[in-house]
Antibody, heavy 121, light 106 residues
Framework: QVQLVESGGGVVQPGRSLRLSCAAS????????MHWVRQAPGKGLEWVAD????????YYADSVKGRFTISRDNSKNTLYLQMNSLRAEDTAVYYC??????????????WGQGTLVTVSS | EIVMTQSPATLSVSPGERATLSCRAS??????LAWYQQKPGQAPRLLIY???TRATGIPARFSGSGSGTAFTLTISSLQSEDFAVYYC????????FGQGTKLEIK
């Protein structure tokens, strides 16, 4: 069965960096686009970034563009999110989610359980 | 950016009754709309895509309709496990979510 397991969350000071990982199993990881979606405490869902099945194209929300980098290692079945210059407003649960197809343009058919990132001094 | 607006913010319904949730887009998204269910402490779960197609394993009491700018999620006979927050998401132009509708027990 499809499994997505995020890790790497924690408490970090404003301006610092953090890298999240998402380990995928139960499907052919290299065939699917992948996303990061976040949810601030008590708030709704916000799409953050996506990457094509082969890593050739990456797209970002304006709120994180220039600070966050999405990447993937298909040999390790792992998705990453490098978060730099973190701000208090980046505090959220970060979910990785699978796109229904390879180009990151559709809906999210499977989600991980999420990892909490808290940006605070 | 396409803005998605859900109504009502909170809906109180008795078990066994029908629930109707609305989602409106600021511009046409064709049928490129999905619905998700989220329970406290859990990740969202895909219910509907293409505005009206149920995802794998989703019970028939969930149905979606609409196209363009107006969409509806209907739960025909509410079960206890259906009380949750529901989000719509458009994927016609990037990805944006509505703010959610909390479905609570009346």
């Amino acid at each position: 069965q499809v499994q997505l397991v995020e890790s790497g969350g924690g408490v970090v000071q404003p301006g610092r960096s953090l890298r999240l990982s998402c380990a995928a199993s139960g499907f052919t990881f290299s065939s699917y686009g992948m996303h990061w979606v976040r949810q601030a405490p008590g708030k709704g869902l916000e799409w953050v970034a996506d990457v094509w099945y082969d890593g050739s194209n990456k797209y970002y929300a304006d709120s994180v563009k220039g600070r966050f980098t999405i990447s993937r290692d298909n040999s390790k079945n792992t998705l990453y999110l490098q978060m730099n210059s973190l701000r208090a407003e980046d505090t959220a649960v970060y979910y990785c989610a699978r796109d229904e197809q390879g180009f990151g343009e559709l809906f999210f058919d499977y989600w991980g359980q999420g990892t909490l990132v808290t940006v605070s001094s | 950016e396409i803005v998605m607006t859900q109504s009502p913010a909170t809906l109180s319904v008795s078990p066994g009754e029908r629930a109707t949730l609305s989602c409106r887009a600021s511009q046409s998204v064709s049928s490129n709309l999905a619905w998700y269910q989220q329970k406290p402490g859990q990740a969202p779960r895909l219910l509907i895509y293409g505005a009206s197609t149920r995802a794998t394993g989703i019970p028939a009491r969930f149905s979606g309709s609409g196209s363009g700018t107006a969409f509806t999620l209907t739960i025909s006979s509410l079960q206890s496990e259906d009380f949750a927050v529901y989000y719509c998401q458009q994927y016609d132009n990037w990805h944006t979510f509505g703010q959610g509708t909390k479905l609570e027990i009346k």
